[in-house]
């Protein structure tokens, strides 16, 4: 079975039946706890696709999205320590 889903479909073609996830198993993947998964779909644009009440994630749309939305870590130069008296003792 294949589905169409988003733009990840338009670039690659149809997702198969596998690489759509409930929210429990996206939050297994990504070792995640399940109220990040809810809470990122509802305030953040992860993609997602409403079936009713249910939630389903694309794998491939999710992944695309984290690459996009991860912060990336700003390198800072250390902080240099005051030497205290305590430094000093031998």
């Known amino acids: 079975m294949s589905v169409k889903f988003g733009?990840?479909?338009?670039?690659?073609?149809?997702?198969?039946?596998?690489d759509i996830l409930t929210?429990?198993?996206?939050?297994?993947?990504?070792?995640?706890?399940?109220?990040?998964?809810?809470?990122?779909?509802?305030?953040?644009?992860?993609?997602?696709?409403?079936?009713?009440?249910?939630l389903r994630f694309a794998w491939?749309?999710?992944?695309?999205?984290l690459r996009n939305n991860s912060p990336i870590p700003k390198s800072s130069p250390r902080k240099r320590r005051r030497k205290t008296a305590a430094d000093k003792l031998p």
């Open 7 to 18: 733009t990840q479909a338009n670039q690659e073609g149809p997702l198969e039946a596998s």
């Open 23 to 54: 929210p429990e198993q996206l939050a297994t993947r990504l070792q995640l706890p399940l109220s990040w998964v809810y809470k990122k779909s509802a305030e953040s644009g992860m993609p997602v696709l409403h079936c009713g009440r249910y």
């Open 60 to 65: 491939p749309e999710v992944c695309a999205w």
